[in-house]
């Protein structure tokens, strides 16, 4: 992510608490709390995306369902989503003990790691969801999901 970028969410953390009038200690420890990392500039992009939405959700007072974006998306980049949320509720199904569809940060970072995806589903082109698709499949194999 470029600088402009990162500038841009990180002042919008800044807004967002401003609006819901939390203070520098408060923010800090939601930020900790969110990604283990109390520095705004020491995160990444998904780090400060998972922040800001933690600050819209507890400013919406509702939790919301983080992979209802899957059923929204057009064309082409909604069935690679569908397959992705379906890879996420069989790697979910393999946990001991078994839960729902993995996080949507967990398979971000699976992402990240594996495809240097650095921005958040839901922004993907189709060719970048495809490699993650590609991705979380060889996930999958590897740990005998």
């Known amino acids: 992510m470029d ?9 919008a953390v800044h807004a967002a608490c401003r609006a819901q009038g939390i203070d520098d ?5 939601i930020q900790l709390q969110t990604t283990g990392k109390a520095s705004l500039k020491d995160m990444s ?13 507890r400013a919406s007072g509702k939790a919301g369902n983080e992979w209802a974006f899957v059923f929204r ?53 189709a060719t970048l969801l495809h490699k993650v698709v590609q991705a979380l499949e060889v ?3 590897r740990h005998g999901i």
């Open 139 to 141: 996930y999958c194999k």
């Open 73 to 125: 998306l057009p064309g082409e980049r909604q069935g690679l989503a569908r397959k992705i949320f379906r890879l996420a509720e069989r790697m979910g199904a393999a946990q001991k003990p078994p839960i729902g569809p993995m996080s949507k940060r967990y398979i971000e970072g699976i992402a990240e790691h594996m495809v240097g995806c650095d921005t958040v589903l839901e922004f993907c082109d």
């Open 45 to 57: 992009a998904l780090d400060l995306n998972d922040v800001l939405n933690h600050l819209n959700k």
């Open 25 to 29: 200690d408060t923010r800090k420890a």
């Open 3 to 11: 600088a402009l970028k990162k500038a841009a969410r990180i002042r």
